[in-house]
């Protein structure tokens, strides 16, 4: 394994200086006052994301398929058998955060970089640093793909002379952009976007720092925090910000600070709905497409966004329906929502909503079928009360396989158990054309 990456983080290890001052840092004395973390002063001026930071694996939020006691990440990163690990993940999902507490857990001198800042320059500066310090050091690099081939075999020559171990951050998956030796020694573990759930948890413990903070005996954060929540994301990071926001325009009675949104109409979109409404709204921009009325389907979508719904979330309701309402019956559907969807990511708002609008009304004009939808259920259900086995001719060490290319491109033969039968292609757009070619292949 090779490849780590991490974010500027405040470990109680050495603090390595910039590549680019020349400076090699020397070894904390052994009998300097290592620093109370946790010792906030009442006047601090620390962002709340700052005075929440992880300071162990456990106070990770979220990414329990990652950090959970006996998982292969955590034992990587408590223990240090790696050499270069890449952690792939929306932003605000801890991967800055995991490398940081990797620094600090192993006891490591780290320095971070960012991609877009540090060159080839900065890392041979780093090398250097690297060999008189006298012990390894831990390398975080964020955005680590956009490193070019130069830059990778520079970062290959550092891991293979044992000086640095590292940690690469990424928001897209690198493995096109890495060349095969520095992949090859490099383990990737995907980040997730954090559930309602753990947003709550860090809401939670939120409230000693504002009680501290605004002194007051009680915090009420329910009544802003759906909003906050939405407006995340899935970002920590963002999560915290806009709650310290909402701290700071809450409104204090006796003793309680109630948190509020007020104010931040340009940050958090409001939700204009409940829970039931919401899915109306979704059930109908759906239903609409499935109708193929596409003024329908984006009279509820526009809604949907302007009630406060991200429209990253209306995207990936129209990538299911992509799938499941039109199917075969357009196949290119489901690869335009998917490039629709890349282009609203880059254009952003408010123009993106131009994007939105167009992959709505396509969608809901296309030709309709479910009958691929409809397969999967069958199969599923079928795999339930049977076990079906493989027949020897198409096994492992196949007995009697005909080549299908030996005999013209296809060949009739035995696939599957007699009389199983779950794919029945529609009459509708191009679904009619593989229905009547599997029908001339193999009979109706």
């Known amino acids: 394994m090779r490849g780590i990456f991490l974010n500027n983080a405040d470990l109680e290890t050495e603090d390595l200086p910039s590549a680019k001052s020349g400076l090699i840092a020397k070894p904390a004395s052994s009998t300097a006052k290592p620093t109370d973390s946790t010792a906030k002063p009442a006047g601090s001026t620390m962002s ?27 034992s990587l990163l408590e223990n240090g058998a790696f050499d270069s690990l890449i952690f792939v993940g929306p932003p ?4 800055t955060t995991a490398a940081r507490v990797a620094g600090k857990t192993l006891s490591m ?17 780093i090398s250097e640093m690297a060999v008189s310090y006298g012990r390894p050091m831990l390398l975080f690099i964020d955005e680590i793909h956009r490193y070019n081939k ?10 293979d002379d044992r000086h640095i171990k590292i940690i690469g951050a990424s928001t897209e998956n690198p493995t096109y952009s890495l060349n095969p030796a520095f992949r090859s020694r490099s383990m990737i573990f995907r980040f997730r976007a954090l559930e309602e759930g753990d947003l709550r948890e860090l809401a939670k413990r939120a409230v000693p720092h504002f009680k501290q903070k605004f002194d007051v005996d009680a915090v009420d954060y329910e009544p802003a925090l759906p909003d906050i929540i939405a407006e995340a994301a899935g970002d920590a990071r963002r999560f915290l910000n806009v709650l310290e926001l909402a701290a700071m325009l809450g409104k204090r009675k006796q003793g309680t600070l109630t948190l509020s949104v007020d104010g931040l109409d340009d940050i958090v979109k409001k939700r204009n709905f409940d829970d039931d409404e919401y899915y109306d709204l979704l059930s109908a ?12 389907a984006l009279l509820w979508a526009l809604k949907l966004v302007k009630s406060g719904v991200p429209p990253e979330a209306v995207f990936r309701r129209l990538m ?21 969807y890349s282009a609203f990511m880059n254009v952003g708002l408010p123009e993106g909503m131009i994007i939105l609008a167009q992959a709505v009304n396509y969608l809901a004009s296309c030709p309709k079928s479910n009958k691929s939808y409809m397969s999967l259920h069958i199969a599923q259900e079928y795999l339930e009360a049977h076990d079906p086995k493989v027949p020897v001719n198409i096994a492992h060490n196949a007995q009697g396989y005909k080549y299908p290319f030996d005999f013209g491109g296809f060949v009739a033969q035995k696939y599957k158990p007699d009389g199983v039968k779950f794919y029945e292609p529609s009459d509708n757009g191009f679904e009619q054309k593989i229905k009547e070619r599997l029908e001339r292949l193999w009979g109706k």
């Open 320 to 340: 299911i329906s992509a799938s499941e309402d039109i199917g075969n019956a357009f196949p290119d559907a489901l690869v335009f929502v998917n490039s629709a």
């Open 150 to 159: 130069t830059q990778q075999n520079l970062l290959l020559k550092l891991i």
């Open 285 to 296: 921009m759906i239903k609409s497409i499935r109708g193929t009325d596409p003024d329908a």
């Open 92 to 95: 605000g999902t801890g991967k």
């Open 109 to 125: 001198p780290f320095h971070p970089l960012h991609s877009t800042t540090a060159g080839a320059a900065d890392l041979k500066n």
């Open 48 to 74: 709340l994301a700052e005075l929440l930071r992880p300071e162990s694996l456990d106070e990770i939020a979220g990414q329990r398929h990652l950090f959970a006691s006996g998982t292969a990440l955590r």
